[in-house]
């Protein structure tokens, strides 16, 4: 096999294995057994213990010393602290992105809050029949708003603890209706016209507004 196919490979074991933990195909606390997802993901030992190994390194897999790897368990505290990390990520990258943009950054925001509205109206309609399109959306949306940030390392640690937010909000099924719909277009429009003191502002209170939902579905779960 050449090298370029094994890191394919290993890539689409990483992407697939990732995305079933954050939409709770693999739940809290389970015991990943290597057998067992070398036949799910018809991937070899090897690759399955690196890609495990980099979600470990990433906080998605605990890797527990002579007893193998376990899905990263879940908490109030975690959350808390994970939303903490995503405002002051996200406010950083926003700043720079907002100060960097240009036209084609303009356009691909707008382009990417259109898409995630036609999916809100539909969620607002009480159609929740695709959820994983509209987080999709959702994260491309908040994408979109950073992309002009010139900092990859910025971005790309926002983009590990905004998949492990993700991983909370489709865990509790978490949806605000229009209040979330409404930040979205202030924080789009604030962007655009380049206020940012009204856009950080407003992805605080997203964040905020989200977290104190969140929290309450999640104490309700665990009652």
Not at 44 to 61: D, K, M, P
Not at 173 to 193: F, I, N, Q
Request: aromatic content about 8%; some cysteine; hydrophobic content about 40%.
């Amino acid at each position: 096999m050449k090298k370029t196919d094994s890191n394919t490979v290993g890539s689409n074991t990483y992407d697939t294995i990732k995305k079933d933990i954050i939409f709770g195909d693999l739940q809290p606390g389970a015991k990943l057994k290597l057998e067992a997802l070398k036949k799910r993901y018809e991937a070899s030992v090897s690759t399955l213990r690196e890609t495990l190994n980099r979600l470990a390194s990433e906080g998605f897999v605990v890797a527990a010393e002579q007893r193998g790897f376990f899905v990263a368990p879940i908490s109030k505290d975690d959350l808390m602290e994970i939303a903490d990390m995503r405002v002051l990520l996200e406010s950083s990258a926003l700043k720079a992105s907002i100060e960097q943009g240009d036209t084609e950054w303009e356009a691909e925001v707008v382009a990417a809050y259109h898409k995630l509205k036609m999916m809100e109206e539909r969620m607002q309609s009480g159609d929740h029949s695709e959820k994983e399109v509209w987080k999709r959306y959702d994260w491309e949306f908040h994408q979109a708003l950073i992309s002009a940030c010139e900092s990859n390392t910025l971005k790309h640690l926002h983009s590990i603890i905004f998949d492990k937010y993700l991983r909370y909000q489709i865990l509790t099924l978490g949806y605000r209706g229009k209040p979330a719909c409404d930040e979205h277009k202030d924080m789009m429009e604030a962007a655009l016209s380049r206020d940012t003191k009204k856009a950080l502002g407003v992805l605080e209170q997203h964040v905020t507004h989200c977290l104190d939902s969140l929290v309450i579905d999640f104490s309700e779960q665990l009652a």
